[in-house]
């Protein structure tokens, strides 16, 4: 009769567990079409290293360590879900069949049991007595999270107790391996009735059925939904070129808006990405921008999709409750101004520091863009001084107000190949707007061809045949007048037959390199620090003076996280005699931002602390006498932090600066 009574209830849990499933999907279904079910080799690899392995999670240790155990726990103790749920249905059933395999099993289950409800403990400490700032422990998210940890406590407690009542009901033959079950067998049960024990054995077994299958449902309806969604988009995430935006098809016809105002103008992976926010704050503990004081807070832009998923779901899906005046209203709002501001959007640096520390893959940037790009193509709504930039992009090809004309003023006296004489060279230098209008960085543009020319290295430039690589215009969200830009370069750069193409600016590298693909330009792009470690490796370029002095090398976003290169600028600041390097607390893949990228270079900074003094302090605290950089936002960015904290004795330098100072046959 139990087991009939079980049947029933267990049949009518997942019947609802996959009623509430069937209703998660079709409401992924709102978003746009996507293809994430290539590469399945590459996409198991990475299942296996962030999801099972936790990679992500072990950057921080505690946390890491806490999560990877009760994720671990959870995955063996599945076996004893399993195992209780066959018992439910054939009473006295066992894994026991496995034969000299079940003792393992069972001290394995015995083991983790205790470990998941030792960190269970601690976790549910450390959330109420020593909360990390980045977790959100008020309000619904407080219990929320509390509720599941005593969810999952209840679960391993009622697991050995049915365990522990079990060894005494079977005589014995099931304590093989379970060295904790035994134990508490003989402390709770010694000497007990039979019939005492059954009764202990059906209320351990009925409370664990209980936790288990109401764990289960109130999945779907908690902020820890991710606990099975997680692994499938880890699964599905972005494959592509890291970090490149996807285009914006301009060309369609049948198109009533661009970018994205609402939920529907994503794509179901970005929805998804919504069910699977952990709310853990990793991504907002590391943004410049919110831990600078700005109202930015990454984890939130994908709380607030999906808040707003659920709720416009629940209005629109045809089991919808609450008829036609929750509908209207429902519709009457959006995404846009009614969850999410332009204010938290425009705050965002593109640095990528939240999606380099999300556990489960979650692409924020990619969705912060997509709203900007629906602000800029359909409302025109941005900052008004985007007005001036958006302009002179039209106008002069540049961020700039200067004239296009003076494009190439920079290499005067240089003797600079211009490609329209030369037709042909072994390497293109993309000099980049910075490089050619900034009167500081022109000094790097300088300093990197005299290394060019010392290194017989046969180069050519594209003066003014060259334009903005359209970057700060995609990152802005105006994907019109960057595409624009775009296939104008390509024009050029295809005219030529370029295939090699080395640059100073780390932005630069990442349009020309991985989002020109997108529209036809394939070119092999190496930043300059690449480039001059080849040149001092292969002997071509040799040092000869010694520096006795001390710098701190700021990785550039667009250069580290973008594109995956920390070692060749420390390998050059290596190669000079003397120059000692100190690295900042925040370097490599956790590098702080300089607060320029995603077009806030041209934009004011007028909440909270400037992202860039943040940095500047950062470099200064370390005693070095020269920061380091190899992007010419980061120039200007950490140029105007020295001069705030009045630190007059510190000069900020280009990698090629550095080596320049130091290279054999070059009077400095």
Not at 331 to 339: A, I, M
Not at 350 to 361: F, G, N, S
Not at 368 to 393: Q, W, Y
Request: with cysteine; aromatic share 8%.
């Amino acid at each position: 009769m139990e087991s009939l009574l079980f049947a029933l209830v267990f049949i009518g849990a997942l019947g609802l567990f996959g009623v509430n499933v069937r209703r998660l999907v079709l409401v992924l279904r709102m978003g746009k079409k996507e293809n994430r079910l290539d590469r399945p080799g590459t996409r198991i690899a990475n299942v296996l290293r962030i999801a099972f392995g936790q990679s992500k999670l072990l950057r921080e240790p505690l946390a890491g360590i806490l999560h990877i155990l009760i994720f671990w726990g959870f995955m063996v103790l599945l076996t004893a879900v399993a195992e209780s749920i066959v018992q439910g249905l054939v009473p006295g059933w066992s894994f026991a069949f496995l034969g000299p395999l079940y003792p393992p099993l069972a001290a394995l289950q015995d083991a983790f049991a205790c470990i998941v409800i030792v960190t269970v403990i601690i976790s549910l400490l450390r959330r109420f007595l020593a909360p990390p700032a980045r977790l959100d422990v008020k309000g619904h998210a407080r219990w929320d999270a509390a509720l599941i940890l005593v969810l999952i406590l209840v679960v391993m407690v009622t697991m050995i107790g049915q365990n522990a009542a079990g060894v005494i009901l079977n005589g014995g033959r099931t304590s093989a391996g379970r060295f904790v079950s035994s134990r508490v067998a003989q402390l709770l049960f010694a000497g007990s009735e039979p019939g005492h024990v059954r009764i202990w054995f059906s209320l351990f077994f009925w409370g664990h059925m209980a936790a288990v299958l109401g764990f289960l449902n109130y999945l779907p309806f908690s902020k820890h939904l991710h606990v099975l969604t997680s692994i499938p988009n880890v699964y599905l995430s972005n494959l592509g070129p890291r970090g490149a935006l996807a285009p914006t098809n301009l060309a369609d016809e049948t198109a009533t808006k661009f970018g994205a105002t609402d939920i529907d103008d994503f794509t179901w992976k970005q929805l998804l990405n919504g069910y699977t926010c952990t709310e853990c704050g990793r991504c907002s503990s590391v943004c410049p921008a919110n831990t600078t004081g700005k109202l930015l807070n990454p984890k939130k832009i994908f709380v607030d999709i999906r808040a707003r998923t659920m709720e416009k779901a629940n209005a629109l899906l045809p089991d919808a409750a609450g008829g036609a005046e929750q509908r209207d209203s429902v519709l009457g709002h959006q995404l846009l101004d009614n969850f999410i501001t332009e204010q938290e959007l425009w705050a965002c640096t593109t640095c990528m520091a939240c999606v380099q520390e999300c556990p489960v893959m979650i692409e924020h940037v990619d969705a912060i863009v997509e709203m900007r790009r629906g602000l800029v193509l359909n409302e025109s709504r941005f900052p008004d001084e985007l007005k001036s930039t958006f302009a002179n992009l039209e106008r002069n090809f540049t961020p700039w107000a200067f004239g296009h004309s003076s494009r190439a003023d920079w290499a005067r006296g240089l003797d600079v190949p211009l490609m329209a004489d030369v037709k042909s060279a072994d390497v293109l230098f993309w000099v980049g707007c910075a490089g050619s209008y900034d009167a500081r960085y022109q000094k790097v543009a300088r300093a990197f061809v005299t290394l060019l020319k010392t290194a017989g290295v046969n180069f050519a430039i594209l003066g003014t045949e060259e334009k903005c690589t359209g970057d700060p215009a995609r990152r802005m969200g105006n994907e019109y007048l960057a595409q624009t830009l775009i296939a104008e370069n390509i024009a050029t750069l295809n005219g030529y037959n370029v295939k090699e193409i080395v640059v100073t600016c780390p932005h630069c590298l990442q349009s020309l390199g991985k989002e020109y693909r997108q529209f036809g330009g394939t070119y092999n792009v190496t930043h300059h620090s690449v480039f001059l470690h080849n040149l001092v490796r292969e002997g071509k370029l040799k040092i000869a003076r010694g520096q006795e002095s001390t710098v701190t090398f700021h990785d550039p976003c667009y250069l580290g996280r973008y594109n995956d290169t920390y070692d060749a600028p420390r390998e050059v600041l290596g190669a000079i005699a003397g120059l000692t390097n100190v690295e900042m607390p925040r370097s490599h893949d956790r590098s702080f931002c300089c607060g320029a990228g995603g077009g806030r270079m041209w934009m004011e900074e007028r909440e909270g602390k400037r992202v860039n003094i943040e940095r500047t302090e950062e470099a200064l605290a370390t005693g070095a006498g020269t920061i380091g950089t190899g992007c010419p936002f980061c120039m200007t960015m950490l140029t105007d932090g020295v001069k705030a904290k009045e630190a007059s004795g510190v000069a900020v330098k280009d990698i090629a600066e550095l080596l320049l100072e130091a290279v054999e046959g070059v009077t400095v």
